[in-house]
Structures are given as C-alpha cells and as structure tokens.
T-cell receptor
Framework: ETGVTQTPRHLVMGMTNKKSLKCEQH?????MYWYKQSAKKPLELMFVYNFKEQTENNSVPSRFSPECPNSSHLFLHLHTLQPEDSALYLC?????????????FGPGTRLTVL | KNQVEQSPQSLIILEGKNCTLQ??????????LRWYKQDTGRGPVSLTIMTFSENTKSNGRYTATLDADTKQSSLHITASQLSDSASYICVVSLMDSSYKLIFGSGTRLLVRP
C-alpha cells in the first residue's frame, strides 16, 4: 500500500446524479492532487492543493468540484457528468511540490457515466 | 511544445527475458525524469527519479538511463517476471516556477510464462 486510499473503488452513475470521490493520505504530506486517466492517454492533472489551498485548476469543467477540508483529505464532487467523463480518477500526494518530490498515488476510482 | 513520447506502445515478452522501454522528451527546462509502474487497477508507483546530472539509476531488476543531451531515457528490465506485467509511465518535470509534470502515455508490458 502506498499510504493513499481512495473510495469508492468503482462508481457507476447517471448523468443527473451527484456523487463524491474521497481520498485520504496517511503520509503527512502537504500537497494533494486529482488526476484523470483515460485509456491510452497520458494522465491529466485536474487540481492541486498545497497546504489545503488550491494552487492549480487545469481548466477543469465546473461539473467537477474539489474540496480539501484538511491536508489529509481530498474530495472530488461530481454532478451532471457526461459519458466522456468515464475514466480512472487518481488521487496523489507529495511532501512538497510534485516537480521535486515523489508523488504517491492511490488505487483510483473507476468511474462509469451512463 | 513540452512532450513525452514513449515506445513501444505495447510489448510482449517471455518470462526470464530482458527488455528495454524508451522515452523521448522535448521538455525544457528540464528538472528531473521519473519512471512509474502501474499495475492494472492500481495507481502508479515510483520506480526511479533522475536529475540532470544522473545518467543511470537502478531499483532491483529495473535500471533507468538518462541522456540529457539527446533527451532520451530508457528503462531496462532484467530477467523479467510475470509480476512485471504492467504499464510503465515516463514523467518529466519542468524546472520552472510551476514544476509541472509532463506524462507519457505509457508502455504496456505483458510477460508471458
């Protein structure tokens, strides 16, 4: 285990549903991230939080809404999603910024939007 | 444009054989290069990280090389095992205020008995 947990592991939702993904890190890291991984495409950075403050939003549609209540927890709230949003959503954490420190990834949530 | 290209896209080898995965990048300014292993249904796990001044780094049967002049890296797997079946992702970090990570699309390796 990497010290980063994600729940749920699998999620199927309709386009009108509202759901949330949860990430928790037990490593004492200061930075947390959300990534989207689609088949045969590079990981896409969605959001970055550093010391609970959002430092990056990579032009993500507003139907994805992140929340970081403390440095150990990260949520991704989902509403009115589209079928093309189906993907593996990965959470990661690092002690410092990802560019200099190793990122530790969770197992991901496999999301299917019907 | 900052890009990371990996080849081959997929690879099948027999257990016990060696293999080499390639990574070419056009990222500038360069900070460091990482190789990650991602098992099916799991998140990526870091194998190696190399800075500009390092040209080789090993982690068990995994050896990564870096040629900063040609902007190429390789990941060599020795005496492959069935558990090596995974996707291998090359990631390059920018040395600027963002320290942004540029991800490759990965090489999917299948090791057969």
């Amino acid at each position: 285990e990497t010290g980063v947990t994600q729940t749920p592991r699998h999620l199927v939702m309709g386009m009108t549903n509202k759901k949330s993904l949860k990430c928790e890190q037990h490593l004492g890291h200061n930075a947390m991230y959300w990534y989207k991984q689609s088949a045969k495409k590079p990981l896409e950075l969605m959001f970055v939080y550093n010391f609970k403050e959002q430092t990056e939003n990579n032009s993500v549609p507003s139907r994805f809404s992140p929340e970081c209540p403390n440095s150990s927890h990260l949520f991704l709230h989902l509403h009115t999603l589209q079928p093309e949003d189906s993907a593996l959503y990965l959470c990661a954490s690092s002690q410092g910024l990802a560019g200099t420190d190793t990122q530790y990834f969770g197992p991901g949530t496999r999301l299917t939007v019907l | 444009k900052n890009q990371v290209e990996q080849s081959p896209q997929s690879l099948i080898i027999l257990e016990g054989k060696n293999c080499t995965l390639q990574c070419n990048y056009t990222v500038s300014p360069f900070s460091n290069l990482r190789w990650y292993k991602q098992d099916t249904g799991r998140g990526p796990v870091s194998l190696t990280i190399m800075t500009f001044s390092e040209n080789t780094k090993s982690n068990g049967r995994y050896t990564a090389t870096l040629d900063a002049d040609t902007k190429q890296s390789s990941l060599h797997i020795t005496a492959s095992q069935l558990s090596d079946s995974a996707s291998y992702i090359c990631v390059v970090s920018l040395m600027d205020s963002s320290y942004k990570l540029i991800f490759g699309s990965g090489t999917r390796l299948l090791v057969r008995p």
